[in-house]
């Protein structure tokens, strides 16, 4: 019972400030504009100070940890699956193949997993291990595909010299390393400047999920005409829902035998639902939003389901 308050409860501010987005633009509230100029903000303001903010307060041995090795076993297979079943099997290229990747294997690792690990686990240390994982090792990856494969497209680009200033052109992977480089110095920051990035950076979650619910209001397609077909979505589902955590499970147990509470920690972070920044990145590098809206809302239904059976399964009262 009480693990079922907890997904409900880490569940509750997702439907209710998607449903409040689409609402919003349902009414034509905040103007036809409104989803980019949200979406900008994320991406640009947002999204940075919140990453700045809890890389720099980390310390540096957070990897440290011979369970993360089973949650990116299952993260670099799944998330390599989606890439090439978006390419081969669904017509996409290499910058919509990015977004296919995230949605089959990026994580809702913050502010779902945090709740839901506090009351399963006790505490949000592995969470925390994980946001760092995706923080720091994927999201640049995918940043790097999405920024390439625009380019390639025929965006702007600008060839070498645009993929080596990329660090400092992204303020996503930009706010990383300033992170990290503020962590590994040891650097102590004025109150008034972290107190401000914590201000700033608890936009980013809210503001995504209202963004998110603002796109549901436009329809199946997207600004480039494509409407990603439930196929497409169910095999991302599929992915992050079911074969992730089974993966993480089989890595985890078997392969390197975990103690059950170990075990439990990383199947139930595999088996997070997409992460909204799916939807963030697609949006602001112009891509389908379809794909990533569609599986960030399926993946949140399914999970609900899968994470009660792997605390059912794997939990200690079992």
Same mark, same amino acid.
């Given at each position: 019972?009480?693990?079922?308050?907890?997904?409900?409860?880490?569940?509750?501010?997702i439907?209710?400030?998607?449903?409040?987005?689409?609402?919003?633009?349902?009414?034509g509230?905040l103007g036809?504009?409104?989803?980019?100029?949200?979406?900008?903000?994320?991406?640009?303001?947002?999204?940075?100070?919140?990453?700045f903010t809890?890389?720099s307060g980390?310390?540096?041995a957070?990897?440290?940890h011979?369970?993360m090795?089973?949650?990116a076993?299952?993260?670099?297979?799944v998330?390599?699956?989606?890439?090439?079943?978006?390419?081969r099997?669904?017509?996409?290229?290499r910058?919509?193949?990015?977004?296919?990747?995230?949605a089959s294997?990026? +994580?809702?690792?913050?502010? %779902?997993?945090? @709740?839901? =690990?506090?009351?399963v686990?006790g505490?949000?240390?592995?969470? !925390?291990? $994980?946001?760092?994982?995706?923080?720091?090792?994927?999201?640049?990856?995918?940043?790097?595909?999405?920024?390439?494969?625009?380019?390639?497209?025929?965006?702007?680009?600008?060839g070498?010299?645009?993929?080596l200033?990329m660090?400092?052109?992204?303020?996503?992977?930009?706010?990383?390393?300033l992170?990290?480089a +503020?962590?590994v110095?040891g %650097?102590?920051? @004025?109150a =008034?400047v972290?107190h401000?990035?914590d201000?700033?950076?608890? !936009?980013a $979650?809210p503001?995504?999920l209202i963004?998110l619910?603002l796109?549901?209001?436009g329809?199946?397609?997207?600004g480039t005409?494509?409407?990603?077909g439930?196929?497409?979505?169910g095999?991302?589902?599929a992915?992050?829902?079911?074969?992730q955590?089974?993966v993480?499970?089989a890595?985890?147990?078997?392969?390197l035998?975990?103690?059950?509470?170990?075990?439990?920690?990383?199947?139930?972070?595999?088996?997070?639902?997409?992460?909204q920044n !799916?939807f963030?990145?697609?949006?602001?590098y112009?891509?389908d939003t379809?794909?990533a809206?569609?599986?960030?809302?399926?993946?949140?239904?399914?999970?609900?389901?899968?994470?009660?059976?792997?605390?059912?399964?794997?939990?200690?009262s079992?």
């Amino acid at each position: 019972m009480a693990t079922m308050h907890a997904l409900l409860s880490g569940f509750a501010p997702i439907w209710i400030l998607t449903a409040i987005g689409y609402a919003a633009g349902r009414g034509g509230l905040l103007g036809e504009q409104a989803e980019s100029v949200l979406g900008r903000f994320v991406f640009h303001v947002a999204m940075p100070a919140a990453l700045f903010t809890m890389v720099s307060g980390s310390r540096p041995a957070s990897f440290a940890h011979v369970s993360m090795v089973a949650f990116a076993a299952g993260t670099a297979l799944v998330s390599g699956l989606g890439y090439v079943v978006g390419r081969r099997f669904f017509g996409r290229k290499r910058a919509d193949g990015a977004i296919s990747s995230m949605a089959s294997g990026y +994580v809702n690792s913050a502010n %779902l997993g945090i @709740p839901v =690990a506090v009351q399963v686990l006790g505490d949000a240390s592995f969470v !925390a291990q $994980v946001i760092l994982f995706q923080v720091l090792l994927v999201s640049p990856v995918i940043l790097t595909l999405l920024d390439s494969g625009t380019q390639a497209a025929g965006r702007p680009g600008g060839g070498l010299r645009r993929m080596l200033t990329m660090p400092v052109r992204n303020p996503v992977i930009m706010a990383s390393l300033l992170g990290v480089a +503020v962590s590994v110095s040891g %650097l102590r920051l @004025p109150a =008034a400047v972290t107190h401000s990035c914590d201000v700033l950076g608890a !936009a980013a $979650v809210p503001t995504a999920l209202i963004t998110l619910g603002l796109s549901l209001h436009g329809g199946p397609a997207d600004g480039t005409g494509r409407v990603a077909g439930r196929a497409e979505v169910g095999v991302a589902v599929a992915l992050k829902t079911l074969v992730q955590p089974l993966v993480a499970f089989a890595v985890a147990g078997p392969l390197l035998h975990l103690p059950d509470h170990q075990v439990l920690a990383v199947v139930l972070c595999s088996a997070l639902p997409t992460a909204q920044n !799916a939807f963030i990145y697609a949006r602001q590098y112009g891509l389908d939003t379809g794909l990533a809206r569609n599986s960030v809302v399926a993946s949140t239904v399914v999970s609900m389901l899968t994470l009660s059976f792997a605390t059912w399964a794997l939990g200690p009262s079992r």
